[in-house]
């Protein structure tokens, strides 16, 4: 009988816990949920070739995020960049940015920057934040971008 009440006891006890806390995080996901995103942005831009003349503008390293553009103008950011001691300059070690930036769309015929990759229809989004991210392309699909030695890959996603 000891083992009998030993066992409900224990089940009490991480009923007691486990309820509680499958509460407060199902309310959570709730709280930072981007199922309805009108676009997902993944992106990575990399410099990793002390020769090349993307170190002397931004050093050695990379920046790689992701954003989730909901309706109506907002949404949510989270972007990382790392930087290596090397030829050039640039300094060593990685920050996390989070941010809630606003957004939109615009037209145009050739893409806004070097390392904005050409959208097929000409339409592109204009992400306002303050890390000085570029304009992306606005049709969904996976890019590849080269610029002064860096590479990167950028998806757009529903």
Known sequence: MTKLKALAVSIAFTASVLVPSLAFAGSAQAASDYSHAQYQVTFSLNCNNPSAPCQQVFGLGGIWGWIALMPGGTGNAQ???CGHSGAGGGGAGAQHFSFDPTWS???SPNAPTPITPTDPNGNYLNVDNSIGLPPFPATFGHYSV????AHGQITIAP
Not at 146 to 149: I, W
């Open 105 to 107: 769309t615009f037209s």
């Open 79 to 81: 972007v990382t960049d």
């Open 146 to 149: 080269s610029f002064m030695g």
